[in-house]
């Protein structure tokens, strides 16, 4: 497996804990012993689902333009 793919595959995984942790935070928020923190967290972690993915796409781009399979 080439680092490309070893660093995809990590991106990957990050983004699908960092979704986790968002679903977490808004269901914690949704109990009857929820914060504004909980939700302030959640937003937080979605901002981290969005920023990796914006990252992930300009890699992948960038790892093709240079020629690296």
Do not use: N, P
Request: with cysteine; net charge positive; charged share 10%.
């Amino acid at each position: 497996m080439s680092l490309r793919a070893i660093h995809i595959v990590f991106i990957a995984a990050s983004i699908l804990l960092a979704a986790f942790t968002t679903f977490w935070g808004v269901a914690m928020f949704m109990t009857e012993r929820g914060s504004v923190g909980h939700l302030a967290f959640a937003g937080g972690s979605l901002c981290a689902v969005v920023g990796m993915a914006l990252y992930a796409v300009k890699f992948v781009r960038k790892t093709r333009e240079i020629g690296m399979h």
